[in-house]
C-alpha cells in the first residue's frame, strides 16, 4: 500500500521561502508520477508540480514557474517542494500525491494515492 506523509509547512511573509517534504513508501512499481496540489478555501484543488519517478522529468502550474522546484531523492524516498518568492496566493493546504501511470496525469482524479496535507500561509 503507498503512504505518502507531508511535512513542512508553515507560515511565512511575503517574498519568503518554504520547502515542503513528502516521503513517500509502498511502491511495487517504478513507473509513477508523484505530484503536489493545492487547495485554498472555496477553490478546487490544482495541481501545482509533479516528477515522474523514471526519468525525472517535470511540471510546474504556470502560476509557479521560475518560483517552485520539485526533486526527488530515490534512495531517502522522499520527495521536496522547494517554494521561493511565496506570495498570498500560495496560500493554501498541500498535498503530496502519487499515480501510477505512464507519465504525469493532469487530471486529479487520476492521482490514488494522498497524503494528509500540510497548510502553508503566506501574509
Known amino acids: 500500500q503507498v503512504q505518502l506523509v507531508e511535512s513542512g509547512g508553515g507560515s511565512v511573509q511575503t517574498g519568503g521561502s518554504l520547502r515542503l517534504s513528502c516521503a513517500y513508501s509502498?511502491?511495487?512499481?517504478?513507473?509513477?508520477?508523484l505530484a503536489w496540489f493545492r487547495q485554498a478555501p472555496g477553490r478546487q484543488r490544482e495541481r501545482v508540480t509533479g516528477?515522474?519517478?523514471?526519468?525525472?522529468?517535470?511540471y510546474y502550474a504556470d502560476s509557479v514557474k521560475g518560483r517552485f522546484t520539485v526533486s526527488q531523492d530515490n534512495a531517502k524516498k522522499m520527495m521536496y517542494l522547494q517554494m521561493n518568492n511565496l506570495k498570498s496566493d500560495d496560500t493554501a493546504t498541500y498535498y503530496c500525491a502519487a499515480a501510477i501511470f505512464a507519465f504525469c496525469p493532469q487530471a486529479t482524479p487520476n492521482y490514488e494515492y494522498w497524503g494528509q496535507g500540510t497548510q502553508v500561509t503566506v501574509s
Open positions: 516528477i515522474y519517478s523514471r526519468d525525472g522529468d517535470t
Open positions: 509502498g511502491f511495487t512499481t517504478s513507473r509513477y508520477c
